[in-house]
């Protein structure tokens, strides 16, 4: 669900790599038909309609199977500012699509799910910012409020109805896939990295640090970026765990280190300039969330190996075919 988006995409081409069949169901409303990989089938349809998760099941059928192993769920809305001022959108699509989503499931005997999740369902962690799986959840946007709705959901359904899911909670996801076919590309950008090179290439006048008074070693927040491939290749591992191991799991994607928002900086100013300013702080934005990733590396065997460096270079590189530069 959501294959055609930035995130799903990254995962549809890791899943085909690896040898498996996929079928992409996307409403197309932030991702695009093209980011489809090749081999993968393509179903439009919306989350949100009960009536297009059906369709999609049944022209999936399997005389002695039901119609997916696992479905992977990529279909959320995932912009905190835009999630403080639409909270009933967010909640429409981030819980209702889940819900109508797991029934389908249940419905057509589809037992393993693969839940996108994230690092905004801490909220403001109690300690020093480093989140681990069983640190509580506190969410301040309605973007991780949604979220965390949704896992809670699907743990009451996976008891339920007997169905195993692998809930990752993502930290902030950047970078392209090495082939340069998809990658970040939309109107408007609102995370950090992508906003930082649109203005080293001339596609923004400028860039606003937002905020420098935080309550970290330089003032602006500290977040844990994971490169997009590593991300894509721990959802194969996922998919592969639940067939195999039929339990579930929680587990945070996040490379474990904390880079502040003037280290990203500095990072891209190695490759291209990043003319920017100062100014207030964002509503919604936690001073600092740094994953613990020893879940997913310990069950799953799943090690980032794609550093901030390779983020940025690689969004550049990705931004600078698709925009011709
Ligand atoms: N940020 C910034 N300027 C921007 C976009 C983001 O200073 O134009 C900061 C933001 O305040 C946060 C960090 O960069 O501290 C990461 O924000 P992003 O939107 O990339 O991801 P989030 O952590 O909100 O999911």
């Given at each position: 669900m959501g294959g055609a988006g930035y995130i799903g995409s990254h995962a549809v081409y890791e899943m085909v790599r690896a040898g498996h069949e996929v079928v992409v169901m996307d409403n197309l409303s932030t991702g695009s038909r093209d980011m489809v990989h090749p081999d993968a089938r393509f179903r439009a349809g919306d989350i949100r309609v009960h009536g297009d998760l059906r369709q999609v099941f049944i022209a999936e059928q399997r005389p002695d199977a039901p119609p997916f192993d696992v479905v992977l769920h990529f279909a959320a809305k995932l912009v905190v500012p835009e999630s403080m001022t639409q909270p009933l959108e967010y909640y429409h699509n981030n819980v209702e699509g889940v819900r109508l989503?797991?029934?389908?499931?249940?419905?057509?005997?589809?037992?393993n799910v693969v839940f996108s999740s994230t690092a905004a369902v801490y909220g403001n962690p109690v300690g020093d910012g480093t989140c681990i799986e069983d640190t509580p959840a506190n969410p301040i946007n309605p973007y991780g409020a949604s979220k965390l709705a949704a896992e809670n959901l699907i743990r009451w359904v996976s008891e339920a109805h007997d169905m195993n899911y692998c809930i990752f909670r993502y930290f902030n996801v950047a970078g392209a896939d090495a082939s340069l076919e998809i990658g970040l590309l939309k109107d408007h950008l609102t995370h950090l990295i992508p906003v930082a090179l649109q203005a080293g290439l001339g596609l923004r006048a400028s860039m606003m640090v937002l905020g420098n008074d935080y309550p970290t070693p330089d003032g602006t927040c500290v977040r844990d970026y994971i490169h997009v491939t590593d991300l894509a290749?721990?959802?194969?591992?996922?998919?592969?765990y639940l067939l195999e191991s039929q339990t579930s799991l929680l587990a945070n994607l996040g490379s474990g280190t904390g880079f502040s928002v003037t280290q990203v900086l500095a990072e891209a100013e190695k490759h291209i300039h990043v003319p920017h300013s100062y100014g207030e702080r964002r509503p919604g934005d936690p001073a600092k969330l740094v994953a613990s990733?020893?879940?997913?590396?310990?069950?799953l065997g799943w090690e980032p190996t794609l550093d901030l460096g390779d983020m940025i270079s690689s969004d550049l590189a990705f931004r600078r075919k698709s925009n011709a530069l």
């Open positions: 989503m797991l029934a389908t499931m249940v419905d057509y005997n589809v037992r290749k721990a959802h194969v591992l996922g998919a592969e990733n020893e879940v997913a590396r310990t069950v």
